[in-house]
């Protein structure tokens, strides 16, 4: 079935470190892929998205690129600040397109 | 700014009780999910509803839990004789009907109900 792999955490950067977590995905087809936020004691919010193969969502600084090659969409950001810190999910639309598939979630701390 | 409501955010059962979710989704959405999230896990799909309707219950318990959508209301994800293995945080998320092709609506979530049975 359907699943995504995300990084282990926690992560643990300082102001303007850059960012990755890897996100691996196995699906069937070319699903739509997710990248959400959950600061703590909120709901998930959308971070950026991406529809088909090499489309690249971007927002508040962090980007990811949908690698069919690879069935990788990893997140990036080149300079971090301590209101990133939060945890991170990699998300796919299953193919029903009923429901998401989520990875384990990533841990982010950032310190000053 | 109405998004996705949930209530309440913090439910406490003793084991045995029936606890009852709601979900108001976002204004023009007619498409609501529910996912739990146990400690320290991602989120789990449980259910996906239209209005007065059940399209994909893959993720839901084959008892004690239940969802519906009526035509008039919130959503409400009813959880029957609670047993401890049922604390964790529950979501909900709606998302406009489906235009084009499926798959390009994004999910919206609300903050989560967390339900602790003692």
């Known amino acids: 079935g359907d699943s995504v792999t995300q990084m282990e955490g926690p992560v643990t950067l300082s102001e303007e470190a850059f960012l990755t977590i890897n996100c691996t995905y196995t699906?069937?087809?070319?699903?739509?892929l997710f990248w959400y936020v959950q600061y703590p004691g909120e709901g998930l919010q959308l971070l950026l998205k991406a529809t088909k193969a090499d489309d690249k969502g971007s927002n508040k600084g962090f980007e990811a690129t949908y690698r069919k090659e690879t069935t990788s969409f990893h997140l990036e950001k080149g300079s971090v600040q301590v209101s990133d810190s939060a945890v991170y999910f990699c998300?796919?639309?299953?193919?029903?397109?009923?429901?998401?598939?989520f990875g384990k979630g990533t841990t982010l701390s950032v310190s000053s | 700014n109405a998004g996705v409501m949930q209530n309440p955010r913090h439910l406490v059962r003793r084991r045995g009780q029936e606890a009852r979710l709601r979900c108001s989704p976002m204004k023009g959405h007619s498409h609501v999910y529910w996912y739990r999230q146990l400690p320290e896990e991602g989120l789990k799909f449980m259910v996906y509803?239209?209005?007065?309707?059940?399209?994909?219950e893959s993720g839901m318990p084959k008892e004690r839990f239940s969802a519906e959508f009526p035509k008039e209301g919130p959503s409400i994800l009813r959880i029957q004789q609670v047993v401890r293995g049922d604390s964790a945080a529950y979501f909900c998320?709606?998302?406009?009907?489906f235009g084009g092709g499926q798959g390009n609506q994004p999910q919206h979530f609300g903050d989560g109900t967390r339900l602790s049975i003692l």
């Open positions: 699906a069937t087809g070319y699903p739509s």
């Open positions: 998320a709606s998302s406009p009907p």
């Open positions: 998300a796919l639309r299953n193919q029903a397109g009923t429901a998401l598939i």
């Open positions: 509803l239209q209005k007065e309707n059940i399209i994909d």
